[in-house]
């Protein structure tokens, strides 16, 4: 088995990028981490991947700005073949997302299409859903917006704030993100119309996952 070369770009904490990295240690895992891309010298993430013996390089966004050439160099270096975005801060070109459209994921705090862009967690409390979580999907150069591979869902509860609802949900995170690029890397992941069918499994099978709580529900029809 070749394992697919994968950059993940980061800007700060790092926890999804490692997450991949663990994953990748498995040895049918079908990708390795090749290269771990900042644009933020200070991110926290890039001490993560020194500690996991993976290339770190940073292209700080303040001295390049929206620098395309300057990833495309970092990543092509490296013979990168599929892109993770795991709380990458910068918009990328269209340019750059068009050359990688099907090759480049991102996850998001949030069961999309609710709650797209910043602050997704405060987004959800605000609209008082009772069930949000994480989803990870191709990347299109609308924000937040591509085909979407998986999706985890976590309940919400009436006490939560946004920190204990982004730390249930970055659980989640950890499991799907894996997930979906295991997919991703092993060709299952099929592109049709705006939705992403995935190849030997029955309907969204190991796509998903329904927190225990939901199997469960409590029966609040009774006194
Ligand atoms: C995660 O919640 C991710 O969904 C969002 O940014 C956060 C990044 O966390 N895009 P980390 O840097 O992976 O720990």
Not at 67 to 95: H, K, Q
Not at 159 to 188: F, K, S, W
């Amino acid at each position: 088995m070749t394992r697919k070369r994968v950059g993940v770009l980061i800007s700060s904490r790092g926890s999804n990028m490692e997450s991949l990295v663990e994953a990748a240690k498995e040895r049918s895992y079908p990708a390795a981490i090749a290269l771990v891309v900042s644009n933020n010298p200070q991110a926290p993430g890039l001490a993560r991947a020194k500690a996991h013996a993976i290339p770190t390089a940073v292209i700080d966004h303040r001295s390049h700005g929206k620098d395309r050439a300057a990833f495309e160099r970092a990543l092509e270096s490296d013979r990168v073949e599929l892109i993770c975005l795991a709380g990458f801060m910068r918009l990328l070109t269209p340019a750059f997302v068009l050359q990688w459209q099907g090759r480049m994921l991102n996850i998001h705090p949030a069961l999309l299409p609710s709650f797209p862009g910043l602050d997704a967690h405060g987004q959800a409390l605000k609209a008082g859903v009772k069930i949000s979580g994480a989803t990870v999907h191709l990347v299109t150069p609308e924000a937040d917006a591509g085909p979407i591979v998986a999706q985890a869902a976590v309940p919400v509860g009436d006490d939560d704030t946004a920190e204990t609802l982004a730390a249930r949900i970055l659980e989640v995170e950890h499991h799907i993100y894996p997930l979906a690029l295991r997919l991703l890397a092993e060709g299952r992941v099929k592109l049709i119309g705006n939705r992403c069918h995935i190849a030997g499994s029955g309907p969204a099978a190991g796509a998903l996952i329904v927190p225990a709580e939901a199997r469960r529900a409590p029966d609040v029809t009774k006194e």
